[in-house]
Each structure stands twice: as C-alpha cells, then as structure tokens.
Nanobody
C-alpha cells in the first residue's frame, strides 16, 4: 500500500505562483511514475505533469513553460512548481503514483494510488 498526501494548495492571484508537494509513504519502493492531475468542476480529470523514477517528465500543453514537476526519491516527495497561474488553472489537484515499472504516467487509468486532492484557486 502507498499513501499520498498533498499540500500547498490555496488562493493566489492570476500571475502568481504556488508550490504543491506530495509526500509518499508505505511501499514506496514499488513506485515508478508519479503525476499531478487536476479536475475542475464539470470537467474531466486531466494530466498536468508526470515524472518517472528516472526523471523523465511530461507536461500538458497548457502548462508547458509555466509548471515544473520534480521528484526527490530520497525524501519520497514529488513537487509541482506552478508559475504564471491563470484562472483556468483553478482546480483540485491530485497526486498519483503508478507502480508499473515501465509506465510513464500518462494514463490516469493506470495509476494505482491517488491522494485526497488539494484545492487551487486563482483569482483574476
């Protein structure tokens, strides 16, 4: 079992920055890819960014150049630095972990564990 706990959400003005963190505990040795997803009211959950255990990253087109995902395997944390936030970035952000050793974290259906989510609100 893996437990994921997100932190760092909140309210920010458009153009501002937030840093989300996700702490993993439990059977962390089995985790390969980790990702951040988001879901806004009335919309489907969508990929924001993903990172493999080897450090390969993928980003949604809408956040490229503004968001950065990073991972500290020693501390079992994954971080999402969000800059130049826009009102359309507002959503509940979820951290997720995939155990598949060859997964790259792009398919939400293949993630094995999810955090409880943290709210990000961006005022215009």
């Amino acid at each position: 079992q893996v437990q994921l706990v997100e932190s760092g959400g909140g309210l920010v003005q458009a153009g501002g920055s937030l840093r989300l963190s996700c702490a993993a505990s439990g059977s962390i040795f089995s985790i390969n890819a980790m990702g951040w997803y988001r879901q806004a009211p009335g919309k489907q959950r969508e990929l924001v960014a993903a990172i493999t255990s080897g450090g390969s990253t993928n980003y949604a087109d809408s956040v490229k150049g503004r968001f950065t995902i990073s991972r500290d395997n020693a501390k079992n944390t994954v971080t999402l630095q969000m800059n130049s936030l826009k009102p359309e970035d507002a959503a509940v952000y979820y951290c997720a972990a995939e155990l598949n050793p060859v997964g790259i974290g792009l398919n939400p259906a293949l993630y094995d564990y999810w955090g409880q989510g943290t709210q990000v609100t961006v005022s215009s």
